[in-house]
DNA sequence: GCGACAG
DNA sequence: ATCTTGTCGC
């Protein structure tokens, strides 16, 4: 199997570069607790196709839930992935979807984490100050930090630490189904992400914004190739 | 020094 | 992320 393989060395003076950048951006996050009166709700993803990144946006109505918009942007990748430095290699392409946007929303969800990152500054956060808008984190994997496996039922939650910050919930927001890592990104609070997480998360392990991005990037993905 | 490692 | 088969459950 593959449980012993390595991810690729990266090279050291890229990661000294991207270390320096994330902490500029680092210190323009802002948590707190949001001021916007939630209407529209974004959710992004990207997928790959060879040397290319297709990043999909969807807008969703709250508290209805319905497709009010989305849009797709499809351009080269120029970083290999770097745990830890993913927002370099995504956020870009992200942007340039974003700005094809004709509804402008109050809040996106993003497929990966806000703070709960090595340097608190996961691809939500990064995204959140490089459109000024606000964002939270929600990925199925954990990056950083240390929890307790939630209990079995939906709504159940455990708090992620790291180095004795509180930087995400593991939140079951399926009966029986692997938890998703929720942390908020920018312009946002962690009971705000929680909350909404879970208000969102109807039949599905993932919330409505980011699960329809997901499936739409899929859909455009055969446009794309064309 | 030995693992872990978003998408 | 992507590569991949069958299989379990609502």
Not at 7 to 20: F, G, I, N, S, Y
Not at 85 to 97: K, T
Not at 133 to 158: R, W
Request: with cysteine.
């Amino acid at each position: 199997m593959a449980w012993h393989q390595q991810l690729p060395p990266p090279d050291p003076q890229l990661v000294k570069q991207l270390t320096e950048q994330q902490e500029i951006l680092r210190q323009q996050v802002v948590l707190q607790k949001p001021d916007f009166d939630l209407k529209l709700l974004a959710g992004c993803d990207s997928s790959f196709i060879g040397e290319n990144i297709l990043s999909v946006f969807v807008v969703l109505s709250f508290p209805e839930l319905k497709l009010v918009e989305s849009v797709w942007h499809y351009g080269p990748v120029e970083l290999p992935y770097i745990p830890g430095f993913l927002a370099f290699r995504e956020s870009p392409n992200l942007v340039n979807a974003y700005q094809k946007l004709q509804h402008e929303p109050d809040l996106i969800m993003v497929d990966g984490h806000g703070i709960a990152h090595p340097r608190r500054l996961g691809i939500a956060s990064q995204l959140g100050v490089l459109l000024n808008k606000p964002t939270m984190g929600v990925a199925k994997k954990v990056l950083t930090g240390k929890h307790e496996e939630p209990a079995s039922e939906k709504g159940s939650l455990t708090p992620l630490t790291h180095r004795g910050e509180h930087i995400g919930n593991v939140i079951r927001t399926k009966d029986k189904v692997k938890p998703v890592f929720v942390s908020p990104g920018h312009l946002m609070d962690m009971e705000t992400a929680t909350s909404l997480v879970l208000q969102t998360a109807l039949k599905h392990k993932l919330p409505e914004p980011t699960r329809l991005a997901d499936h739409y990037a899929e859909v455009y993905k055969k446009e794309a190739q064309q």
